[in-house]
């Protein structure tokens, strides 16, 4: 299934990362730490797979319990980068439901976006989750989620004049 919604270069990635056996979200005091480390060790191979191929595109932390993430992510688009603040929180029935990523500045600026700039991932991605429960994790739904998302969503922003690059602003 996947191999239908991914191109080669992408299913290279993800076969990549770690995939992750601890099926434990927040509420489940000592699993969760086994499961925030698996986050954390295939969070950081998809980092050093990335910047392997100079795919740098995102900088990620969390707070001390893992359950509310933050950072930035870019897109480069007609050589110009472009920039945006990146939150989550992991819900409480993780890791059977998906993690929400945000993207705050892009709340209603496009339809493939729910309110409060929640990017809409159902269509494709959601099922995809819900097969590879409890194996997909945070660097999952960066790859398979947010980069597709964003390498669509982005251009067209661009080209409708939805987002304007910052040097362009003035």
Not at 81 to 94: G, N, R, S, V
Not at 140 to 155: D, Q, S, T
Request: proline share 7%.
């Amino acid at each position: 299934q996947i191999s239908k919604i991914m191109d080669d270069s992408t299913k290279k990635t993800v076969a990549a990362i770690p995939l992750l056996t601890e099926k434990a979200g927040p509420r489940d005091g000592e699993q969760w730490i086994k499961r925030l480390k698996e986050e954390y060790a295939a969070l950081i191979r998809y980092v050093e797979i990335n910047k392997q191929q100079d795919n740098d595109w995102f900088k990620l932390e969390s707070n001390p319990l893992g359950t509310s993430w933050f950072g930035k992510c870019w897109y480069i688009h007609n050589f110009m980068k472009y920039e945006f603040d990146l939150e989550f929180d992991i819900p409480a029935t993780y890791p059977n439901t998906a993690p929400e990523l945000t993207l705050p500045e892009l709340d209603g600026k496009t339809e493939k976006m729910y309110r409060g700039g929640k990017i809409c991932l159902t269509a494709h991605f959601k099922p995809l989750w819900a097969r590879n429960v409890p194996h997909f994790g945070i660097a999952h739904a960066l790859a398979l989620g947010l980069a597709p998302w964003l390498a669509a969503e982005v251009p067209h922003l661009v080209d409708t004049g939805m987002i304007r690059h910052p040097e362009q602003k003035k």
